[in-house]
């Protein structure tokens, strides 16, 4: 947009058009939506952009209309009168503004940089003319008001005082980034923030033990709640920023239809938020999206954004990459909750409480009971509950309610720091088996197994069978991770929000990886990983002197899993002639996929894997298809040969064999015709 300066937005709302609106014109505003956020625009993009401000213009418009200005900038102590000036330097240098939950009108000051030269008359002496040079940073002054129905920016001029600018008449203030998003850096800022929010909306509630009710707080913010139903079960709620529609339960008819919803409304989904705890905690969430979003989402529209909603999912994660402002805003949804719903002096108190009411119980149970009864009490979700204590210096709370592949894993008693975990889904280990020699070549050694979302080494103090005969880590294992488990760094990159159809999502997860870390900090110095490694050393010294040669190793190894020939084929999808030639034929050349398929139809541990491909008349090449074969080894021999196949194919890999697990006959169709 260019041409002269305006006052108020091109895309500000006539909050009269509904009244004159036709059915069909009621029906496009509501479905219509913009699906483009690639690029959300910052104050300087609005002043500029859309009411066609220029600093330097403004700037000098003040300049010339107030004489007193120069003389402030001077600073000389005589009356001057400008003859001539030029402005030699000006350029922006910053952006300031506070937040405020009380106004919708908000002032922001450009900080600029100015350098002047000037001629001017002194005007005791009228006659004398003299040069004067002026550095200085000034500040100016505009006022927006993101009332929908106003979208208005005005120049209200230079402020020179720096105790006159924004920030120093608000100095207790919370200040706003450049998209207009609330600078919450530390603790303390989430702590000033969530007060100040009690204070406005439920001033009854301040630092009081009683359980807050988010929708509650929704209510006193003037936004309009509804339940709904959403395709996706992982969608927790969804915040509108503009006119749509959804899903939403109508009480008058009792049951679900078609809602034309107005900004500020919220849907929380009735089918994901299945306790009290979850619906209280996704309310809070959408609100502090309404409550800390609304002049950032405003500056946008100012801008032409049309952006409909604001979808939540579960298990998001946070990105410690590069900030988007959606991420930034979701963070605070994230975690500014916990800081309103278990204030910190009633939360700490309750927290004592009730561990004194424990007694004499283990670590792990007084710790897990510690988080559940947190949250039952606060109404929120056990997620939040174990935060908040984290929070209050609890820190053996990080291992509950932990969640690996979108799947929650058995609690654990960890006292890691935030960056760094005792867990890692099949995906990251095998990224970091690829690409750690480090970590390749400790897995590579057979001490550790993966079990419950950790490596765990392998020893019957920590890892034992239950009576399905699965494979489980102890108790004792899981009170103390820090004798058996990997530790790994966690790195995020990247933004996890897309938009689709006018809604912004954020993803199910940000890019990330977990890498292991080496740092002295694992449990290879303990005295039960050395006497394991000995004890494995000394195994595969005695298999070596009684294990002569692949063909008899082959045969041994049949008859100790009591496979035949055509089982064995069968199991593998190896030809029945071939495993004849794996027996007793040493001149014949083997794949070795298909060494590997009977290693895995088998059940071989890795060690006696590793012995048994050492000895065959084949080896493994430095390919990734290789890496991969030699990872199934490791991680998915408890599966079959079909199964490991599926697994190779959705990550490119070659398969073993033909024998692959197919979901449905269409499935195998489609893969048989491709191949073909």
């Known amino acids: 947009m260019s041409g002269k ?26 479905s219509n939506r913009d699906s483009d956020f690639s690029r959300p625009y910052t104050v300087t993009d609005v002043i500029t952009r859309v009411y066609n401000r220029n600093f330097r213009d403004d700037f000098v418009s003040s300049f010339e209309s107030d004489p007193s200005l120069f003389n402030t900038l001077a600073k000389n102590g005589e009356s001057m009168e400008i003859v001539k000036y030029w402005i030699n330097e000006f350029c922006q240098s910053g952006f300031e503004a506070v937040y405020s939950l009380t106004d919708h009108k908000c002032p922001v000051d450009v900080v600029c940089k100015v350098r002047i030269k000037a001629q001017v008359r002194v005007l005791k002496h009228e006659e004398t003319l003299q040069y004067c040079n002026i550095s200085a940073t000034v500040r100016l002054r505009y006022l927006f008001d993101f009332m929908p129905c106003c979208l208005t920016c005005d ?56 359980p807050i009710s988010g929708m509650e707080w929704l209510h ?9 139903r959403f395709p996706d079960r992982s969608i927790m709620g969804e915040y509108f920023i503009r006119c749509g529609t959804a899903l939403i339960y109508d009480i008058e008819c009792s049951k679900f239809i078609k809602g034309y919803l107005n900004p500020g409304a919220i849907v929380i989904n009735e089918e994901s938020c299945e306790t009290e705890g979850m619906v209280n905690t996704t309310c809070t969430h959408e609100g502090v999206h309404h409550c800390g979003g609304w002049f950032f989402f405003m500056l946008q529209m100012c801008h032409g954004k049309n952006t409909t909603s604001y979808v939540c999912k579960r298990y998001n994660l946070n990105n410690h990459g590069k900030w988007s402002p959606i991420d930034i805003l979701e963070l605070h949804a994230n975690k500014l909750p916990g800081y309103i719903l278990i204030q910190t002096k009633p939360g ?5 409480e009730l561990l004194a009411s424990y007694g004499n119980m283990k ?3 007084k710790t897990r009971r510690l988080v559940d009864d947190m949250a039952s009490y606060f109404n929120v979700t056990k997620t939040m509950a174990a935060r908040r204590l984290s929070d209050f210096g609890y820190k053996d709370v990080r291992g509950m309610t932990q969640y ?36 390749r070549s400790l897995i590579d050694t057979g001490l550790f197994e993966y079990i419950e979302g950790h490596y765990c080494l392998k020893h019957e103090k920590y890892i034992y069978r239950d009576q399905f005969g699965n494979k489980r880590m102890t108790y004792y294992a899981r009170e103390h991770m820090a004798d058996c488990c990997l530790v790994f760094e966690i ?37 039960e990983g050395k006497e394991l490694r000995e004890k494995i050393e000394r195994m595969r010294s005695e298999r070596n002197k009684t294990i002569p040669n692949f063909n008899e190793m082959t045969r041994r190894l049949m008859s100790e899993h009591g496979f035949t020939v055509e089982t064995l084929s069968e199991a593998t999808g190896v030809s029945v002639g071939t495993i004849k030639n794996m027996r007793s034929n040493s001149e014949k050349a083997i794949k070795i996929e298909s060494i590997v398929a009977v290693c895995i139809a088998m059940h071989l541990d890795y060690k006696v894997s590793e012995e048994y491909i ?36 959705e990550s490119e890999i070659i398969p073993l064999t033909g024998l692959i697990a197919f979901e449905s006959e269409e499935e195998e169709k489609l893969y048989r015709e491709q191949q073909a």
């Open 491 to 527: 790195k995020y990159s990247g933004s996890g929000v897309v938009s689709f159809a006018g809604i912004l999502h954020k993803g199910n997860s940000i890019p990330k990886s977990k890498i292991y870390d080496d740092s002295g900090n694992n449990p290879l110095v303990t005295k």
């Open 220 to 228: 006193n913010m003037g936004l309009k709640i509804h339940y709904g």
């Open 404 to 439: 690996v592949d979108g799947r929650k894993i058995p609690s654990y008693i960890s006292d890691l720091p935030d960056n760094k975990t005792y867990s890692i889904d099949e995906n990251e280990a095998l990224n970091e088996y690829l690409s750690n020699p480090k970590f």
């Open 155 to 210: 120049y209200l001029g230079v402020i020179l005082d720096e105790k006159m600018s924004v920030c120093g008449m608000n100095p207790e203030a919370i200040r706003l980034d450049k998209y207009l998003l609330p600078l919450l850096m530390k603790d303390k800022d989430y702590e000033k923030f969530s007060q100040d929010i009690i204070k406005k909306y439920l001033p009854e509630y301040l630092n009081s033990a009683e």
């Open 5 to 30: 300066p305006i006052r108020v937005s091109p895309y500000s709302h006539d909050p009269f058009a509904h009244l004159t609106m036709t059915d069909e014109e009621l029906e496009e505003l509501y």
């Open 614 to 649: 050492r000895k065959a008349p084949s080896s493994f090449l430095g390919t990734i298809d290789m890496d991969f074969y030699q990872f199934a080894l490791i991680h998915w021999s408890n599966m079959t040969v079909a199964q490991v196949n599926r697994k190779l194919l």
């Open 348 to 352: 700490k108190k309750k927290a004592k």
């Open 363 to 365: 670590p792990l149970e």
